[in-house]
């Protein structure tokens, strides 16, 4: 091999070292690559989180809408009496309570064929941190049972056979139906941590006993609760500012008159 073919291997051998050179990404135009990655995520994920709120939140008025059909065909099938909201045995509305060692039975509510014993209708997705009534959950929204029920009870509650049931009044009392609600957002704090709540005590009521004041609503949707009317729409609603929300976003969304509540106006 002469001197002029080396040489020339030679030069196509370095040609071939700085090709590869070139190709590679330098320490500098990582870094570059990187941080533009995270000021996409920093754009991105809270973005993300958002939808993945409203999504959530869609998903909660969609329940509450399933709700008030099976409420409407339960007074259908009723002679137009209100659902109760449940009995000693345990019976609710929204299924059979079983105390806090059991699972709820989702099947056994008086409302349960009207929600083809569906457990997530009753579940609010974004109401996730209580603590547990039952083994796993019970239901994320409170009715308006003070004002649509009338309590029949047998016996005295001291006798060891004392039973009760709510009874449904007649939905035809709602004067106004725009104007009254039947279920919404719930929880509450007796004197320890939140929990899931199905008795949507009126803020009269709430408030009857000086010390012992407490709250149902629960503002849990960026300071909002969803709430169903009795002529079935559902919407986000403000707290009252008669009193404060606490710091478990429990309030009132009307003063002790009760207006909201109440269906004689």
């Keep these: 091999m002469n001197m002029k073919t080396k040489r020339g291997m030679n030069m196509k051998t370095k040609r071939g070292m700085n090709t590869k050179t070139n190709k590679a990404f330098t320490l500098i135009e990582l870094l ?6 995270g000021i996409l995520a920093g754009l991105l994920l809270p973005t993300l989180a958002r939808a993945k709120m409203v999504a959530k939140s869609v998903q909660n008025k969609n329940n509450l809408k399933q709700i008030a059909g099976a409420f409407s065909m339960y007074s259908d099938d009723h002679g137009g009496l209100a659902v109760g909201i449940g009995e000693s045995s345990g019976r609710y509305f929204f299924g059979q309570y079983n105390g806090a060692s059991a699972e709820v039975d989702y099947s056994g509510g008086y409302l349960s064929e009207y929600v083809n014993n569906s457990e997530k209708v009753w579940q609010d997705p974004v109401f996730n941190a209580f603590s547990k009534r039952a083994k796993k959950r019970t239901c994320s929204y409170a009715y308006n049972s003070h004002y649509l029920n009338e309590m029949e009870e047998n016996g005295n509650w001291w006798d060891p056979g004392y039973s009760y049931v709510y009874r449904g009044l007649d939905t035809q009392i709602m004067e106004s139906p725009v104007e009254t609600v039947l279920f919404g957002d719930s929880a509450r704090n007796w004197m ?7 008795f949507w005590t ?3 009521q709430a408030r009857a006993w000086p010390g012992w004041e407490t709250a149902y609503t629960h503002f849990r949707h960026n300071g909002k609760a969803t709430v169903l009317w009795g002529d079935g729409h559902v919407e986000m609603v403000a707290p009252d500012q008669t009193y404060p929300v606490n710091d478990d976003q429990l309030g009132y969304i009307c003063d002790t ?7 004689v106006k």
């Design 32 to 37: 570059v690559v990187i941080a533009i990655i």
């Design 192 to 198: 320890g941590p939140v929990e899931e709540n199905w």
């Design 202 to 204: 009126p803020p009269s």
């Design 257 to 263: 008159d009760d207006h909201l509540f109440k269906p």
